[in-house]
């Protein structure tokens, strides 16, 4: 996990990165959620976005998509990580 500070209003944004070779499910977004949700000394209210970083994309067909928002997560998957490469 990277923890990062937002600019506005001193809020933590959260990274769980994985190096995964399959998509990342709702599922395991949800659940990594409440894993940062339950860390210790960190109030809700001081946490800004939770980012997902998985190489293997996300796969969110699950679970019925909130109004297409992604369950308001911020999605970085490999094929933009790495879009650089190859690139001159």
Do not use: W
């Not at 949700?37 to 209210?45: E, P, R, V």
């Not at 019925?64 to 879009?83: A, F, M, Q, T």
């Amino acid at each position: 996990m990277t923890v990062s500070s937002s600019e506005k209003n001193n809020l933590f944004d959260f990274y769980e990165c994985k190096y995964y070779d399959h998509p990342m499910t709702l599922g395991e977004c949800r659940k990594e959620e409440k894993q940062v949700l339950g860390q210790n000394g960190i109030a809700t209210d001081e946490i800004g976005r939770i980012c997902f970083v998985c190489t293997g994309g996300f796969d969110f067909s699950d679970i019925e998509k909130r109004n297409g928002l992604e369950e308001g997560y911020v999605l970085i998957n490999g094929d933009i990580l790495y879009s650089h490469e190859g690139k001159t």
